[in-house]
């Protein structure tokens, strides 16, 4: 009897290393055919990619990922209209969700990181007003460029001033120099 239960755990312990190792590998050779197409520059099959593989690699609880990284990938190939809309539907989804829930964050240490969403951190959320106000100057709109550059300053003191005993992302000097241009 000792011996069936000693392979039993055997077993499962084998079937979940499998499981994991096999998991981690799917996202590697997503993550590889990504930098494939950045190699070759072609952004607009990368956008197509990571629209196939949304359910598979994102889910529900990284939407937030896919947003961004859709709106990044349409800014390098240059569709700056819906990378802003990307960029703005991530930002509204951080906002939404800036004020975690208890039993998510209860149940993620008890089950798993995958239950409860991503809600971004800081230079994520920075960064996006940056590409934001790049994409703005792309298409030749100034005043909106000048008002993301002025949003994620804001953003940055908010955090600055919220965290002031912490140390945290709270400047950056691309976000100012981009905001002085």
Known sequence: MQFFYSSKKTLILIFFIYFIVGCSKNLKNYYDEINKYSIEKNYKKIDSYIDLNKDKFYGKTSILLYYLDKGFFLHLSGDYQNSNKYFTLAKN???????????????????????????????????LLAFKALNYLMMGDQEGAAVEARASIFYLKTLGVNNNSKKVYKDDAFLRYLTGL
């Open 93 to 127: 989804l951080y906002d939404e969700n800036y004020t975690k829930s208890i039993t998510n964050q209860i149940s993620t240490l008890a089950i798993n990181d995958k239950i409860t969403p991503y809600y971004g951190d800081a230079f994520e959320i920075s960064m």
